[in-house]
């Protein structure tokens, strides 16, 4: 395995990482409040962008990966495969052990600690990750996360979120719908489309869609109120 440390940048930060992951995380508790707690469409949507951009600001100063041990973020970059860490100002080496295949000369396991190295990308304008747009032979994944104030499931990405979003449209022939889809451009791998209760049958959609995790328009026709 490959290991590797990065660093923030030429910026320094008052806030330390642990500071910055609370405050993301409760970023993300209000989000989900706002999104269930029954306000209008518009008022949801001016508030969920304020919140947004406030999260966004603090993951530019973040790695974009939920795996941490400790105080030192670490995780798999997903362009090149590599493992990273991230040190706090001042640590040149890592505390965390990893087991290799090697042995040494008294037959111990060798363990590698990772090093403070410059960042491969340094200079390089900035890329966007792209999700796979899977897709099954008819309709689209979706996998349901249970009922609350509506009915929210995980698609693939956000190009099969838009697809289930203009079928949802066909549907319930309207161009509006309330069920829409929550896309965020620094969650790349957390799309879901959100089904409300006024169009809807959420206990019946569920049930419906359960088994292979699947939508399309036949079902979602069944279950319209």
Sequence with gaps: MNFGCVLFGE???NKSLSDM?????????????????G????????????????????????VRDSCFRGNQPAGTCKSCGFYYQIFANGIRKSSVGF????????????????????HPRK???SWHWE?????????EY???????????????SKQAGERLLEIVKEVLGKEEPASWLDWREY?????????QKEEFDLEKLEKMAINNRILNKEILIACKL
């Design 11 to 13: 910026k320094e930060y």
């Design 21 to 37: 992951e609370k405050e993301v995380l409760e970023i993300a508790r209000k989000q989900n409040y706002i999104s269930n707690c």
């Design 142 to 156: 979706w996998n349901p996360r249970g009922i609350g104030y509506d009915l929210s499931g995980f698609v693939k």
């Design 131 to 139: 999700v796979p747009d899977l897709k099954p032979e008819y309709g």
């Design 99 to 118: 087991i290799t295949n090697r042995k040494d000369k008294d037959g111990n396991t060798i363990m590698e600690y990772p090093i403070l190295s410059p």
């Design 187 to 195: 969650e790349p791998t957390w799309i879901q489309f959100k089904f």
């Design 123 to 125: 200079g390089i304008p």
């Design 39 to 62: 306000l209008s469409a518009e008022v949801t949507a001016l508030a969920i962008k304020e919140l947004q951009q406030q999260k966004r600001e603090l993951l530019e100063l973040m």
